[in-house]
C-alpha cells in the first residue's frame, strides 16, 4: 500500500518560501499513470488543491496560486517537493500530499491516498 509522509518546518515568517517534501513508499512516483499533488486546509476552511506534477514530471497549478507555487520531484529519492514564495499569514494551514490518476492525459479528481498532513503556520 503507497504511504505517503509530508515533511518541512512548522513555522514560516511572511515574505519567505515555504518548502515542504513528500516522500513515498511502497510506490514509484514515475509509475503510469499516476500523479502526485498538494492539497492545503486552512483553519476553518475547505480543502484547496495546489498543484501537482505528474508519473511524467509535467506539471500543474491553480491558477489562483501559480504565480507563487513551484513543484518539483527528486526521483532518486522518491520525492517530490512543494515550494511556495513570499507567503502571508493567509498561508496558514494544513498541508497534504497525495495520490491521484490520470485518465486519458487528465488528472482526475478524487486523490486515493493521502498522507497525513503537516502544520504550517505563518507568523513573524
Known amino acids: 500500500q503507497v504511504q505517503l509522509q509530508e515533511s518541512g518546518p512548522g513555522l514560516v515568517k511572511p515574505s519567505q518560501t515555504l518548502s515542504l517534501t513528500c516522500t513515498v513508499s511502497?510506490?514509484?512516483?514515475?509509475?503510469?499513470?499516476?500523479?502526485w499533488s498538494w492539497i492545503r486546509q486552512p483553519p476553518g476552511k475547505g480543502l484547496e488543491w495546489m498543484g501537482a506534477?505528474?508519473?511524467?514530471?509535467?506539471?500543474y497549478y491553480s491558477p489562483s496560486l501559480k504565480s507563487r507555487t513551484s513543484i518539483s520531484r527528486d526521483t532518486s529519492k522518491n520525492q517530490f517537493t512543494l515550494q511556495l514564495s513570499s507567503v502571508t499569514p493567509e498561508d496558514t494551514a494544513v498541508y497534504y500530499c497525495?495520490?491521484?490518476?490520470?485518465?486519458?492525459?487528465?488528472?482526475?479528481?478524487?486523490?486515493?491516498?493521502w498522507g497525513q498532513g503537516t502544520q504550517v503556520t505563518v507568523s513573524s
Open positions: 497525495a495520490r491521484g490518476r490520470v485518465i486519458a492525459g487528465t488528472l482526475t479528481p478524487g486523490e486515493d491516498y
Open positions: 511502497a510506490g514509484s512516483i514515475t509509475t503510469n499513470y499516476y500523479y
Open positions: 506534477i505528474a508519473y511524467s514530471g509535467s506539471t
